[in-house]
């Protein structure tokens, strides 16, 4: 096991040339609370492998096609130790193997290939056509009636 002081660091840019993203959009992700602050201040700060993988993972969930407020909901549902980041990143890297897969499938079949999923609950999933789909602010509303129909205790 690697102790915390070989720990691998990373600055901001270092952290999104690894994930293929900006420094800003790292900075925004800390702002918003999806991606924990580095450790230390000023020229010393920096971020840990952890940091890299709960990045990966975000990256990940918004290839899924997960807009950021749906992001944070399951990230929160993680847990901020992130204990179950690695295991989530496989599941959801998995996922995105599948997608590649079934799309080229529709592709080759001809049927439509554009679809969005939503996590709506453990084990809850909404896949809806894109040319099916309401507009952004109609989806975001339903999403959040369907994850309250489903978070409430009967």
Known sequence: MTSDRAERRYTASELAARVGTSERTVRFYVAEGLLPPPRGRGRGAHFR????????????????????????????????????????????????????????????????????????????ELFVEAKAAPDRQRMSALLRRLRAAFSEDD
């Open 49 to 124: 492998e952890a940091h890299l993988i709960r990045l990966q993972l975000i990256r990940a969930i918004q290839r899924a096609g997960n807009e950021l407020s749906t992001i944070a909901e399951y990230l929160e549902e993680l847990g901020a130790d992130g204990a179950k980041d690695a295991a989530a990143l496989q599941v959801w890297e998995a996922r995105q193997e599948q997608a590649e897969w079934a799309q080229t499938w529709r592709e080759r079949f001809g049927v439509p290939a554009t679809f969005y999923r939503y996590r709506i609950a453990d084990g809850v």
